[in-house]
């Protein structure tokens, strides 16, 4: 595991989703581990206990429905859905459909969509899972790319306009974290309306990218899909983008810089 990955694990990278006009918190329920920004005067302890207490929630629903239906959990193609599904099976089935892949590849983007729901009476909201973004805003913000050894890790961000928002920021990595993926993209970030579609997306486009040369073929994936409103692909030290994407070079970013 080089350090990249121990960055991943250790959730050091949290330290690039903090918005200097937001309070972070952190809600971690089993495997569930949210790291939620919301204005200063927003916040209180019992906030965090009714978004702890939501997610054990919408965890055992899943877990339930899991349990009666195995396939939904292991399988890498979408599934039909059975009779009683939670909201949350739902929401991930759909995004697997559209993306072409199993609904587990949509479970972060999901939890962090069901949270940021949660809040959306709140003018700036980000829910972070597993660098997976549900982000409702006010203001510009900037949304740093990982990508792994690729040269323009950490050397770019993706502005985010209020005009966007609510919207997901999804990324996945065939060389970077735990996630699944068949792919080595060292990034592919998406961007849609709906935070699971972009997660399950961004899974399908990883997928589709083993060397430098398939950038396109991903980025014509995305272009498929309804919902989808841009999509940024690494690998190595090409790149290539479609749709809403405006880049920002980073220089002298730290955890006390505005990256949101």
């Not at 790319?145 to 209020?162: D, E, L, Q, W, Y």
């Amino acid at each position: 595991m080089n350090s990249m990955n121990n960055d991943f694990v250790n959730r050091k990278y949290r330290r690039y989703h903090r918005g200097k006009d937001l309070v972070h918190f952190q809600v971690k329920v089993k495997q569930t581990d949210l790291f939620i920004g919301v204005p200063k005067e927003r916040y209180s302890p019992q906030l965090a206990a009714k978004i702890e207490e939501r997610v054990y929630r919408v965890r055992a629903g899943l877990e339930t429905y899991i349990a009666s239906h195995p396939e939904f959990l292991t399988s890498l193609e979408p599934v039909a859905l059975k009779p009683g599904a939670p909201e949350i099976a739902r929401r991930m089935a759909r995004a697997g459909v559209l993306a072409g892949v199993g609904p587990m590849a949509a479970v972060a983007g999901a939890f962090a969509e069901e949270v940021g729901e949660v809040l959306a009476d709140f003018p700036d909201v980000i829910v972070e899972n597993g660098g997976d973004l549900y982000i409702r805003t006010t203001r510009e913000r900037l949304v740093m790319v990982a990508a792994g050894n690729s040269p323009f890790s950490h050397r770019i961000a993706v502005r985010i306009k209020p005009r966007e928002s609510p919207l997901g920021v999804c990324t996945s990595s065939g060389t970077v974290g735990p996630s699944l993926s068949f792919g080595r993209a060292d990034a592919a970030m998406v961007k849609a309306a709906s935070v699971s579609l972009a997660d399950a997306v961004a899974t399908g486009a990883g997928n589709r990218v083993s060397t430098k040369d398939q950038l396109r073929t991903a980025i014509e994936y995305a272009q498929s899909i309804a919902g989808v409103t841009g999509i940024l692909v690494i690998k190595d030290d090409r790149m290539a983008a479609w749709g809403d994407i405006e880049l920002v070079p980073v220089k002298g970013m730290d955890e006390n810089d505005d990256h949101h």
